[in-house]
């Protein structure tokens, strides 16, 4: 499948409430991000940053189409980026990420930067 890498930690991923939404994309594995996890309300929001912590997530192949379909669900909270993710082989992609575009103010980061173990999924 050609495409694009997206690096997805929140619902998005497999047993997360919008995991259907990545219907069709091929799963590449799970990966890490160097970043802050904050929870927003019922859903995650994620700061990049090189000094931080690792966030885990998951990495998937999507289409042009799939793409521009989860830009339009993430909305202008976020803000689509290219970042490094690391895969559990240690192989390192180029992916896009959905970065948090608001203010996190007050908002403490979640410890372990696992949003599924977070929420009890």
């Given amino acids: 499948m050609a495409g694009d890498h997206v690096f997805v930690y929140g619902t998005l991923r497999r047993g997360g409430s919008n995991s259907f939404r990545m219907d069709g994309a091929?799963?590449?594995?799970?990966?890490?991000?160097?970043?802050?996890?904050?929870?927003?309300?019922?859903?995650?929001?994620?700061?990049?940053?090189?000094?931080?912590?690792?966030?885990?997530?998951?990495?998937?192949?999507?289409?042009?189409?799939?793409l521009a379909a989860l830009d339009a669900f993430e909305g202008p909270e976020y803000r689509r980026v290219r970042t490094e993710a690391i895969t559990a082989s240690g192989e390192r992609l180029s992916a896009w990420i959905w970065e948090w575009a608001m203010p996190v103010d007050g908002r403490k980061p979640i410890a372990g930067g696992d949003w599924l173990e977070h929420s009890g999924v």
């Fill in 26 to 66: 091929e799963f590449v594995g799970a990966a890490t991000v160097r970043g802050k996890l904050y929870p927003i309300s019922w859903y995650p929001g994620l700061v990049l940053d090189e000094a931080a912590d690792l966030v885990k997530g998951e990495v998937f192949r999507v289409s042009a189409e799939q």
